[in-house]
C-alpha cells in the first residue's frame, strides 16, 4: 500500500491478526543492531534493572524533598479550614471569612517538573486533606465559562471516586449545563449532606476529620491565567466562601511579587496568601547526583564531557530534573548498548560470578581495552605473556582488578566528599559551592596540578580555629556515616586531629593567661610617645620571634594531610584499569540527541557536503565545477 | 581624454580635471544606462592604471599607491581567511560563534584605520589648496542636473577632485563599486565570469564597498562643512565604537540579482521539466547510499529506544521520507502503525485522531471537540496496555501540523507509554515549536540524517518556480462550463473577460464594479435587470470562474481569477466557434 495519495494524508497500517506476533520482545532489538554482540541479553537485563533502581531512587529523594513542603502546606490548610470550621462569631473570624485562604507556591521556572509536584500534591491532598482536590491549567479557562466548566466536571469527577459511580448518565448531561457558582454551593452543600448521612453507615469515612471538607483548587501556572478571569473569579467565589469553603493553590514560576501585578488591590485583599518556596532545582540536582552518581550503590558512572554536557543542559537550557534523569537514562542505555563488556557493570559479587562466565570474545574484548593495555604493559614480562594468553589467569586478574576499582570508588567518594566539607565554605569558593563542581573538576584532570586547589590550600592555611575545627568535625561525621573500613585509618587521624585542636584550647588558655599577664604590666599610666614606643618594641620583637604557634604547626599539618588523601585516592578514573568498564565517556553522541542543532547540520550539509559525503574534496570541487 | 594628457604636467591640475571629467562622466552615464556606465567605469580604472606608470619618480605617491594595494591585499586576504574559517567547520558549532566574535574586532580596527588615513590627508590638501573647496560648489552646482540622485554622485565625485592621489584612487574604484551597488550590481550579471571567480570577488567587492563607502561618509563630512577644522577636531577624539557603528550603518546586502526571470530559457511546462531532471543522474550516488546505509543500521536501536520511552525525530538537509519509508517496511511490519504526511496540504490533527478512532480503533462514535477525541483515545490506551501504535509523521513541522494546538495534541499522543512516535522535520527553524513543556512530553531524541536526497514526494503539492503554469486546466473547465451556459451568459463573461484583457497592463485593477458591468450589460442586451444578472453571476461563483471582492469605497468589483494568456487563448476559440 503506498502512503501517498492526492485525497488522503493519514494512512492506517493494520497487519492481519494471524501474522500478528505477540509484541517482539525489546531485547530483540538490543541484540539485533550489532552483529556480533556479547551478552546482549544479559546486558539489557542489567541496564533494565539499574534503571528501574535508579529511577525508583529519584522517585524517593523527589518525595523526600518534596515532603516539607507537601508537610506545610496541609498544615496550612487545615489550619485555614479550621477557621470556617468553627464558624465563631467571633469578629475576626468574621472578617476572615471573606478572604479566600490561598498558598502561593514558588515553584521556579524548571516548568517541566512542575507536573510532577502537582501530581503528587494532588494525591497527597487527596489522602489527607480533602477528596474534592481540582487542578487547572491556563489553557483549559480561557474565560469565566470555560473556568466554572472544567472546575464543576473536575469536582463531580472526584465526587464519582468517591462515591460509586451510579450516576454516569446523569454526569454526561450535567456537563451541558452552564454552570454558576450558585449551582456549584448548592451541589456542594448536597453532597456533603449526603456523605454525611451515608458516612457512617458505609463506614468510609473520608480521611478528613471535618464534616465539610474544603474544595482545593490548584491553579497549575497561575502567571497564564488572564487576568480578568482570575479577579472575576475570586470576587465571586469571596461571596460565596461561607457555602462554598475554597481553597486556593497558585503555583508560580517566576516571583511571588506576581500576584499582586496581575490582582489589582481590592481583589487581592480578598486572598489571605502564605507563601511557600519549594526546594530550588539547582540542590535537587545535587541531591539527585549525590545519591545516584556519587556513590558505589550504583556501578554505573559518568565520565568529565558526559557530566559537563548532562549539567550544562540543565544549568543553561531548562532546569529541568526531569529532562536531567533523562539523559542519565539515555547515557546508561548507550553505554550497555555500545560497550560489550558492560555485562560487568553490576554489583561487585555479580560482576566476579559473571566473569567466570565470560566468553573467549569477551576476554578479546577485555584485552582490547586501552586502560587494560596499560596496566598488561607496566607488568613483568611473564605474567604479561600470561595476561595475553590464559584465559583463566586473565580472569582472575580481572576479579581483582574489578575489585580494585571497586576499593577506589569507595575510597575516591569518601575522600571527595571530605574534600568537598573543606572546601565549600572557603571564600570565593574556588572549587566549587556544590560537590558536583568538584567532582567535575576532579574528574577533568588531576585535581592537585589545578591552580583552584592551590589557591583553595593556601586558603586553608588561613583558616581560624572555629572553622576548621567545625570542618573536621564534618569530616568526621562523613568518615563515620560509611561503613566501609578502608578508610578507618584516616578516620582515626581525623580524630586525633580533633583532639589535639581541643587540646589547643587548653593551652591557649595558658598562653592566654601568660598574655592576660604582660598587658597587665603594660596597663600602667603613661604618656603617649611611651606607648609608641612600647607598641613598636612588641612589634619589633613578633618579628624577630616569628615562631609558629601551635596552631599554626597543626593547621600546617592538617592542611597537608588533606593533601597527601586528594594525591592518595582522588586519581583520574582513566588511570584505572578496566574503568571502561564503568565509565559512560561519549558525549558527543548524547550530546547529539539531547541537545540537537539542526541549523548548523544544515549549514554543514550546504556548505561542507565533504563532512558527509566522505569523497576527497578535489574530487568534490571538480564534481561540483563541472556540473 | 584630456585629464590623462594634463596629468603628466602637474599633478594638482591633473586631480582637478580628472574630477570634472569624473562628473561629466558621471552625469551622462547616468543617463546612458547601465551598460554604458559600467564600460566607462571600467575605463576609468584602466586610465587611471595608465596614469601611474610614468609617474614612478614621485616617491609619496608610489608609496601611497603601495599602501593602496597592501589595504586592498589585507583585506582580500581577510576575506578569504572568514571563507575558510566558513567551510571548514566540521562539528559545526564554530560556524555561528567564533566568526562573529572575529568579525566585529576585525572590522572595527579596519574601519578605525580607515577613518584615520583619509582624513589626515584630505585635511593636508585643503590647508594647501584651500580655493579647491570654494571651487567644487559652483562647478558642481553648474554641473548637476534637478535629479536628487545625480546631486548625490556628484557629492562623490566632487571628493574625488579635492583628494590627492592616492585618496583618489582609492575612490575611484568604490565609486564604480558604489554605482553597481545602487542598482544592485550590474556586475553580477557577467556571464563571462567563472562561477568560483565571480563569487569570490563578490564578496570582497561587498567588504570593500562597504570599507570604502564609510571612508567617502568620513570624508565627506569634513568636506562639505564650512568650517572643517573644527569638524575634524571633534572627530579626531571621537571613539573608535563610533567610527566602528560609522562604517557599518552604511553597509547594504548586496543581493544577486540572478532570478529566474533572467535565464534564457522560458518556462517549461511540468512534463518537459519532469523529462529533464530524470535525465539528471545523481552525483554522489555510491557516498548517498553508503549514508543511507549508515542510517539503516540504526533502525534497530530506533526500535529500542521507542519502546523504552523516547520518541525520535529526525532532522537534516535532504528528504527523509524514504529513509522512514525503508524503516517502516523493514520493522513495522508486524505492528500496528499510521502515516502520516504532514506535507499534505489538508492534513490536520483532526484527521489524525480519526483516523486513529475509526480505523485503529474501530470506534464509530462522533466526538465534540478534538480535545474529546485526545481524551478517549488516552483512556482507551492506558486501559489496553497490550495495543501498541507507532506514529510515522513526516514533516512535522508542515504547515498544517505547527501549530501550538496541534503540536500540544500530538505531543500528549506521544506522551503515551504505548504510542511510538517518529517524526521528521525539515524548517530551519522548526525547534522553536516546542516550548518546555511541549518538549517533555515529546520526550526527544535528536538524530541526524542528512540523506541530500530530493524533496520529491514532499513538494508534489506545491508549484515549481521553473514550470510555466500552462493552465491548460482552467482553459478546458472554462470551455465545459461555458458551453452548457445560455448564449446570454456566455455574452456576459465575454464581456467581462474582454474587460479584464483590456485592463492587463494596469496594475492597479481590481476588476470591474458590479454596477459599471450592468451597464454594458444592458448596453449590449444580455441582460434586463440586475437580478438577472447577479443570477447568472451566481453560476459563475458556483464553478469558481469569477471572484468578487468589495472595494475601499464599498463597491463590489469582479474579478476572472484565470491568467490572462488562458483568457485570450480562451476568446480566440470562441471567435473561431462562431
Known amino acids: 500500500m503506498a502512503t501517498s495519495s492526492v485525497s488522503k494524508g493519514c494512512f492506517v497500517f493494520k497487519p492481519d491478526f494471524k501474522k500478528r506476533k505477540i509484541s517482539v520482545p525489546i531485547e530483540d532489538y538490543f541484540n539485533k543492531g550489532k552483529n556480533e554482540s556479547e551478552d546482549s541479553k544479559l546486558r539489557f537485563e542489567t541496564y533494565q534493572l539499574i534503571w528501574q533502581q535508579m529511577k525508583s531512587e529519584t522517585e524517593r529523594l523527589q518525595e523526600e524533598l518534596n515532603k516539607n513542603l507537601f508537610d506545610s502546606l496541609i498544615e496550612f490548610l487545615q489550619k485555614s479550614h479550621s477557621g470556617f470550621q468553627k464558624n465563631s462569631r467571633d469578629w475576626g473570624c468574621q472578617i476572615k471569612l471573606r478572604e479566600i485562604p490561598t498558598a502561593a507556591l514558588v515553584l521556579g521556572v524548571n516548568v517541566t517538573d512542575h507536573d510532577l509536584t502537582f501530581r503528587s500534591l494532588t494525591e497527597v491532598l487527596q489522602n489527607n486533606v480533602t477528596p474534592y482536590v481540582v487542578s487547572l491549567q491556563a489553557k483549559d479557562c480561557p474565560d469565566m465559562k470555560h473556568f466554572l466548566q472544567k472546575l464543576a466536571s473536575q469536582l463531580m469527577d472526584c465526587n464519582v471516586d468517591v462515591q460509586s459511580k451510579e450516576k454516569e448518565s446523569v454526569q454526561v448531561t450535567q456537563k451541558k449545563i452552564h454552570y454558576s457558582m450558585d449551582s456549584l454551593s448548592t451541589w456542594y452543600m448536597s453532597v456533603t449532606q449526603k456523605t454525611d448521612v451515608k458516612m457512617p453507615r458505609k463506614k468510609r469515612t473520608p480521611p478528613s476529620q471535618w464534616q465539610s471538607p474544603p474544595v482545593v483548587l490548584i491553579l497549575k501556572d497561575m502567571e497564564s491565567f488572564t487576568t480578568k478571569v482570575l479577579q472575576d473569579f475570586i470576587i465571586i467565589s469571596s461571596q460565596h466562601l461561607h457555602e462554598f469553603p475554597l481553597i486556593l493553590i497558585f503555583g508560580i514560576a517566576t516571583s511571588p511579587v506576581v500576584v499582586h501585578r496581575m490582582l489589582p488591590h481590592a481583589v487581592s485583599s480578598l486572598l489571605c496568601i502564605e507563601l511557600f518556596q519549594s526546594l530550588s532545582c539547582k540542590e535537587h540536582l545535587t541531591t539527585v547526583l549525590d545519591k545516584l552518581l556519587l556513590t558505589t550503590q550504583f556501578p554505573f558512572k559518568l565520565s568529565e564531557k558526559v557530566l559537563q554536557v548532562l549539567t550544562n543542559i540543565f544549568l543553561y537550557h531548562d532546569f529541568s530534573i526531569q529532562n536531567f534523569i533523562k539523559g542519565l537514562q539515555l547515557s546508561l542505555l548507550e553505554h550497555f548498548y555500545s560497550q560489550p563488556l558492560s555485562v560487568l557493570c553490576c554489583n561487585l559479587p555479580e560482576a566476579k560470578r559473571r566473569i567466570n562466565f565470560l566468553s573467549d570474545n569477551q576476554c578479546e574484548n577485555i584485552r582490547r581495552l586501552p586502560s587494560f593495555r596499560r596496566y598488561v604493559e607496566k607488568q613483568a614480562s611473564e605474567k604479561q605473556v600470561a595476561l595475553l594468553t590464559n584465559e583463566r589467569f586473565l580472569k582472575e586478574e580481572t576479579q581483582s582488578l574489578l575489585e580494585n576499582l571497586h576499593v577506589y570508588h569507595t575510597n575516591y567518594f569518601l575522600v571527595l566528599r571530605c574534600l568537598h566539607q573543606f572546601t565549600s565554605s572557603l571564600p570565593k569558593y574556588p572549587l566549587g559551592r556544590q560537590i558536583r563542581e568538584l567532582y567535575c573538576t576532579c574528574l577533568e584532570k588531576n585535581i592537585r596540578d589545578s591552580e583552584e586547589y592551590a589557591s583553595a590550600l593556601q586558603l586553608l592555611r588561613m583558616l581560624a580555629k572555629d572553622e576548621l575545627m567545625a570542618m573536621l568535625q564534618k569530616c568526621f561525621k562523613v568518615f563515620k556515616s560509611s561503613s566501609e573500613k578502608q578508610l578507618g585509618n584516616t578516620a582515626k587521624r581525623i580524630e586525633e586531629f580533633l583532639a589535639q585542636f581541643q587540646s589547643l584550647d587548653a593551652e591557649a588558655k595558658e598562653e592566654e593567661e601568660d598574655t592576660s599577664e604582660s598587658q597587665s604590666k603594660g596597663l600602667q599610666k603613661t604618656d603617649l610617645y611611651h606607648l609608641q614606643k612600647s607598641l613598636l618594641e612588641m612589634k619589633e620583637l613578633r618579628r624577630a620571634s616569628k615562631r609558629q604557634t601551635k596552631f599554626e604547626v597543626l593547621r600546617e599539618q592538617l592542611v597537608s594531610f588533606i593533601d597527601s588523601l586528594a594525591r592518595e585516592y582522588l586519581l583520574l578514573p582513566e588511570t584505572q584499569p578496566l574503568h571502561e568498564v564503568l565509565y559512560f565517556s561519549a558525549a558527543h553522541t548524547l550530546r547529539q540527541h539531547l541537545n540537537a542543532a539542526p541549523r548548523i547540520a544544515l549549514h554543514t550539509a550546504l556548505n561542507n557536503p565533504y563532512y558527509y559525503l566522505k569523497v576527497s574534496t578535489s574530487h568534490l570541487s571538480f564534481h561540483f565545477i563541472s556540473q | ?578
Request: net charge negative.
Open chain 2, 1 to 578: 581624454m584630456m585629464s590623462k594628457l594634463e596629468s603628466k604636467e602637474d599633478k594638482m591640475l591633473e586631480v582637478q580635471f580628472v574630477g570634472d571629467d569624473d562628473v561629466l562622466n558621471h552625469i551622462l552615464d547616468r543617463e546612458g544606462g547601465a551598460k554604458i556606465k559600467k564600460e566607462r567605469a571600467q575605463l576609468l580604472v584602466n586610465t587611471k592604471k595608465i596614469i601611474k606608470k610614468p609617474e614612478y619618480d614621485l616617491e609619496e605617491d608610489d608609496q601611497e599607491v603601495l599602501k593602496d594595494q597592501n589595504y586592498v591585499e589585507v583585506l582580500g586576504r581577510h576575506v578569504q581567511e572568514s571563507l575558510k574559517n566558513g567551510s571548514a567547520t566540521d562539528g559545526g558549532n564554530k560556524v555561528y560563534s567564533f566568526q562573529n566574535r572575529k568579525h566585529p574586532e576585525k572590522m572595527a580596527k579596519l574601519a578605525s584605520e580607515l577613518a584615520k588615513t583619509p582624513r589626515k590627508s584630505v585635511s593636508s590638501n585643503l590647508k594647501s589648496d584651500p580655493e579647491i573647496t570654494i571651487d567644487i560648489p559652483q562647478c558642481s552646482k553648474g554641473h548637476s542636473a534637478s535629479d536628487k540622485v545625480q546631486l548625490k554622485n556628484n557629492d562623490k565625485s566632487e571628493f574625488l577632485s579635492t583628494a590627492p592621489r592616492g585618496l583618489r584612487k582609492r575612490l575611484i574604484v568604490p565609486r564604480f563599486h558604489s554605482d553597481s551597488e545602487s542598482e544592485y550590481s550590474a556586475s553580477n550579471s557577467e556571464d563571462d565570469e567563472g562561477v568560483a571567480q565571480e563569487c569570490e570577488e563578490n564578496t570582497n567587492e561587498v567588504i570593500l564597498s562597504e570599507q570604502i563607502q564609510a571612508q567617502n561618509r568620513v570624508v565627506s563630512a569634513p568636506v562639505c562643512k564650512e568650517t572643517p577644522s573644527k569638524k575634524m577636531r571633534r572627530d579626531k577624539t571621537s571613539d573608535l565604537v563610533e567610527e566602528y557603528f560609522e562604517a557599518h550603518s552604511s553597509s547594504k546586502v548586496l543581493t544577486s540579482d540572478r532570478t529566474l526571470q533572467k535565464l534564457k530559457r522560458a518556462k517549461l511546462d511540468q512534463q518537459t521539466l519532469h523529462n529533464l531532471l530524470s535525465k539528471v543522474s545523481p552525483s554522489f550516488s555510491a557516498e548517498l547510499k553508503q549514508l543511507n546505509q549508515q542510517y539503516e543500521q540504526l533502525f534497530h536501536k530506533w526500535m529500542l529506544q521507542l519502546h523504552l520511552g523516547f520518541n525520535i525525530v529526525l532532522y537534516g538537509l535532504g528528504s527523509k521520507r524514504d529513509l522512514l519509508e525503508r524503516f517502516r517496511t523493514t520493522m513495522l511490519q508486524d505492528c500496528i502503525h499510521v502515516v502520516i504526511n504532514g506535507f499534505f496540504p489538508g492534513i490536520s490533527v483532526k484527521s489524525i485522531l480519526n483516523s486513529i478512532t475509526e480505523e485503529v480503533l474501530n470506534h464509530m462514535g462522533t466526538f465534540r471537540s478534538v480535545l474529546d477525541q485526545l481524551d478517549w483515545i488516552i483512556n482507551k490506551f492506558k486501559e489496553e496496555s497490550s495495543l501498541e501504535l507507532f506514529l510515522l509523521i513526516h514533516n512535522l513541522d508542515s504547515q498544517m501540523l505547527r501549530g501550538d494546538k496541534s503540536q500540544q495534541i500530538i505531543g500528549q499522543l506521544s506522551s503515551l507509554r504505548n504510542i511510538y512516535l517518529i517524526a521528521s522535520i525539515d524548517h530551519l527553524n522548526a525547534p522553536l515549536m516546542w516550548d518546555h513543556a511541549k518538549q517533555s512530553l515529546y520526550n526527544w531524541l535528536w538524530y541526524e540524517t542528512t540523506t541530500y536526497s530530493h524533496y520529491t514526494e514532499e513538494t508534489s503539492y506545491e508549484n515549481s518556480l521553473l514550470v510555466k503554469q500552462s493552465g491548460s486546466l482552467p482553459l478546458s473547465s472554462l470551455t465545459h462550463v461555458l458551453r452548457s451556459l445560455t448564449p446570454n451568459a456566455r455574452g456576459i463573461f465575454r464581456l467581462l473577460i474582454k474587460y479584464q484583457l483590456d485592463n492587463q497592463d494596469n496594475p492597479y485593477y481590481i476588476g470591474l464594479s458590479f454596477q459599471d458591468f450592468y451597464q454594458q450589460c444592458r448596453e449590449a442586451f444580455l441582460v434586463n435587470s440586475d437580478l438577472t444578472l447577479r443570477a447568472q453571476l451566481t453560476e459563475f461563483r458556483d464553478h469558481k470562474l469569477i471572484r468578487t471582492k468589495k472595494g475601499t469605497d464599498g463597491v463590489e468589483y469582479l474579478l476572472i481569477p484565470v491568467d490572462n494568456g488562458t483568457l485570450t487563448d480562451f476568446l480566440e476559440k470562441e471567435e473561431e466557434e462562431f
